[in-house]
């Protein structure tokens, strides 16, 4: 076990430098760069004076290493677009609206999704299975942008119901915390991960239903609370973990269309406008966060089914 | 391996006659396949729907009545229904609504085509390659899709087209990097499962020779969850070009694009609302029929489901 955590832990690093180095000489082999004199001539004098601050006279490898040393103790500069701060609390105070975001979407994908899930599995072909089915297939074909779009049509535009944007500005309930402005993005992201949840747990809830060990459990005489609770909710509930894997690290680094479509000041935000403004220190900082949480919480994920499902052996993925 | 529709007609594929049973006309794989396709009412909507797009995207110069880039600045934004010239409305700089969604039909189209037919030709070839050879070319190659597999692939094509700039071209080969991966493992995975099956090393102990056991054995049985994989990968490529266009980075004007109408629509949505319907209506719709055809392949596919 140890041992597979080393290698994993490992194999994380080399992909964490892989991507910096793929990103870092995209960055620098195109033409072009922040301080280019398309907008602002500047005097050769002071264009050399401002490489300097930024490091960018030196040669690319250096420039790399010491990036990569700095990073290392959360130092990853400052930012061209505003140098009166540093990228490390720009990212930080990004982060935590796109956090909120991520939190809330998960609370309601997960809260809503597993149990519809359940009752639909319960209740095959009913209304309500019918429902999840038609949600699920929502939430495949409406891409997060397209439904923001329409629900901002129906809900701001045509019935004035709901704010059109922003973050923390309008309605709230406990000081720029449960906004009305929250209620959209967070529905119009949730539906698709609310989507596969409900369809995964359904499937599983099925497929349990119908095993051995819960017909011998009936026939035991055993209450159907108890069928439910100790032996298929417990059993159908692991492969949730992995259904989570992915949904986490998507969640957490933030929709880029969603705080685009509600104007919210995220992370996802401030990458596409970095993007634009080739503001390399923060390209590279959010890029690597985000490789970095999808590493860590894919890393989680695999233990974390070791641990509550024993069948599951991580040394045997090797023979695959 | 045929199956029996009706249990009272025995059927008997490799019978002796003169037995007095009633002889199925022998089906193969795929035309089972298309048969069980066709009997589901969901994938042939979704086939309608598929090729209702595909003959829009590719007749769009007969069927529009405007071309896509004509402005007319003094039918601004004019809602849908207003101008009997103009049955959808127009859009902020007077382009007929109507025409430029069925342009983006087109764009949409290839996009999500190309970008799928360069992922098979990346991935099936390296997936293929890893499976069969083992050792040292599977450790790179599985390698290299970990190491892609953490890249997160929308955030590296908005990196690689705001480096780059945008347009069709570089969209597709920006969506194009991450998207051969899910091609080269299922390939791969596919690969090292067949390779073991029994019926192959049969043919191998007849001596068949290792081209006859690919192309006989390996690519027939790996093509199906292939084409699975691709009815969905069309979609997706869509999604992003989509998304990126959203953004504004995408495809450039004055081709349309679905996605870019969704986000140009955005400033005006108070009193335009009809910008933001259609393309939004639109995208919806051929997601739709690409995910019934994808779940009907699947479903088509697989000889071993019972229904």
């Known amino acids: 076990m140890t041992r597979y955590i080393f290698g994993r832990l490992l194999s994380l690093v080399l992909v964490i430098i892989a991507v910096s180095m793929i990103t870092f000489s995209m960055m620098l082999a195109v033409?072009?760069?922040?301080?280019?004199?398309?907008?602002?001539?500047?005097?050769?004098?002071?264009?050399?004076?401002?490489?300097?601050?930024?490091?960018?006279?030196?040669?690319?490898?250096?420039?790399?290493?010491?990036?990569?040393?700095?990073?290392?103790?959360?130092?990853?500069?400052?930012?061209?677009?505003?140098?009166?701060?540093?990228?490390?609390?720009?990212?930080?105070?990004?982060?935590?609206?796109?956090?909120?975001?991520?939190?809330?979407?998960?609370?309601?994908?997960?809260?809503?999704?597993?149990?519809?899930?359940?009752?639909?599995?319960?209740?095959?072909?009913?209304?309500?299975?019918?429902?999840?089915?038609?949600?699920?297939?929502?939430?495949?074909?409406?891409p997060s942008f397209v439904l923001g779009t329409l629900s901002i049509?129906?809900?701001?535009?045509?019935?004035?119901?709901?704010?059109?944007?922003?973050?923390?500005?309008?309605?709230?309930?406990?000081?720029?915390?449960?906004?009305?402005?929250?209620?959209?993005?967070?529905?119009a992201y949730a539906l698709a991960p609310l989507a596969i949840i409900a369809r995964y747990t359904r499937s599983s809830v099925i497929d349990y239903l119908n095993s051995d060990f819960v017909r011998t459990a009936r026939a035991k005489g055993l209450g159907e609370r108890a069928v439910m609770l100790r032996h298929v909710l417990r059993n159908a509930l692991i492969p949730m973990v992995t259904v989570m894997g992915p949904i986490i690290p998507d969640?957490?680094?933030?929709?880029?269309?969603i705080e685009s479509i509600f104007r919210i000041p995220g992370l996802g935000?401030?990458?596409?406008?970095?993007?634009?403004?080739?503001?390399?220190?923060?390209?590279?900082?959010?890029?690597?966060?985000?490789?970095?949480?999808?590493?860590?919480v894919y890393l989680v994920t695999d233990i974390a089914y070791t641990r509550l499902d024993p069948r599951v052996r991580l040394g045997a993925q090797e023979g695959q | 391996?045929?199956?029996?529709?009706?249990?009272?007609?025995?059927?008997?594929?490799?019978?002796?006659?003169?037995?007095?049973?009633i002889l199925r006309r022998h089906r193969t794989l795929w035309q089972d396949a298309v048969r069980r396709f066709f009997q589901n009412r969901l994938a042939v909507l979704g086939l309608a729907i598929v090729v209702f797009f595909l003959f829009l995207a590719i007749f769009a110069d007969l069927i529009a009545p405007f071309a896509y880039d004509k402005a007319n600045f003094a039918q601004v934004r004019v809602l849908p229904m207003r101008n009997p010239a103009y049955p959808l409305g127009t859009d902020e700089i007077g382009r007929d609504y109507l025409s430029r969604l069925i342009y983006g039909a087109r764009t949409s189209m290839t996009v999500g085509i190309t970008i799928q037919l360069i992922a098979l030709l990346i991935g099936v070839p390296l997936g293929g390659l890893a499976g069969y050879m083992?050792?040292?070319?599977?450790?790179?190659?599985?390698?290299?899709?970990?190491?892609?597999?953490?890249?997160?692939?929308?955030?590296?094509?908005?990196?690689?087209?705001?480096?780059?700039?945008?347009?069709?071209?570089?969209?597709?080969f920006a969506l194009s990097i991450t998207s051969w991966i899910g091609i080269a493992r299922l390939t791969?995975?596919?690969?090292?499962?067949?390779?073991?099956?029994?019926?192959?090393?049969?043919?191998?102990?007849?001596?068949?020779?290792?081209?006859?056991?690919?192309?006989?054995?390996?690519?027939?049985?790996?093509?199906?969850?292939?084409?699975?994989a691709v009815s969905f990968g069309i979609p997706a490529a869509i999604f992003g070009e989509a998304g990126l266009s959203f953004l504004g980075i995408g495809i450039n004007d004055p081709i349309?694009?679905?996605?870019?109408?969704?986000?140009?629509?955005g400033a005006y949505v108070r009193v335009s609302w009809h910008m933001a319907l259609f393309p939004t209506l639109a995208i919806a719709l051929a997601m739709l029929g690409f995910s019934f055809v994808g779940d009907g392949l699947r479903d088509a596919l697989d000889p071993k489901m019972t229904r």
């Open chain 1, 31 to 142: 033409p072009g760069g922040p301080f280019d004199e398309i907008n602002q001539p500047l005097p050769p004098a002071a264009k050399a004076n401002i490489l300097r601050k930024y490091g960018l006279d030196q040669p690319v490898w250096v420039q790399y290493t010491k990036y990569m040393s700095n990073a290392l103790r959360f130092d990853f500069g400052i930012p061209y677009q505003q140098p009166t701060t540093t990228v490390a609390e720009l990212i930080k105070s990004t982060w935590k609206i796109t956090a909120q975001v991520g939190l809330m979407t998960l609370l309601v994908a997960f809260g809503l999704g597993i149990p519809l899930g359940i009752i639909a599995a319960y209740n095959q072909n009913s209304w309500i299975d019918t429902i999840v089915t038609f949600m699920s297939m929502l939430g495949f074909i409406m």
């Open chain 1, 153 to 187: 049509l129906l809900f701001s535009v045509y019935l004035g119901w709901l704010p059109l944007g922003g973050w923390g500005e309008t309605g709230c309930l406990i000081d720029r915390y449960f906004c009305a402005d929250w209620i959209m993005p967070v529905i």
């Open chain 1, 251 to 257: 969640l957490m680094t933030g929709s880029i269309f």
């Open chain 1, 269 to 296: 935000k401030y990458f596409v406008t970095s993007t634009f403004n080739r503001d390399y220190p923060m390209v590279m900082a959010t890029v690597l966060l985000i490789a970095l949480l999808w590493g860590v």
């Open chain 2, 1 to 21: 391996m045929t199956t029996t529709t009706n249990p009272a007609a025995t059927s008997v594929s490799d019978s002796n006659p003169p037995v007095p049973v």
């Open chain 2, 134 to 172: 083992g050792g040292k070319v599977d450790f790179v190659v599985t390698r290299i899709i970990d190491i892609m597999t953490a890249f997160p692939g929308l955030i590296f094509a908005i990196l690689v087209i705001s480096l780059f700039g945008g347009g069709m071209w570089k969209v597709i």
């Open chain 2, 188 to 228: 791969r995975a596919q690969v090292l499962s067949l390779r073991e099956k029994e019926y192959v090393e049969a043919a191998r102990c007849l001596g068949v020779t290792q081209r006859g056991i690919i192309f006989r054995h390996l690519i027939p049985n790996a093509l199906s969850p292939l084409l699975v």
């Open chain 2, 256 to 265: 349309p694009s679905w996605g870019k109408m969704v986000g140009i629509s």
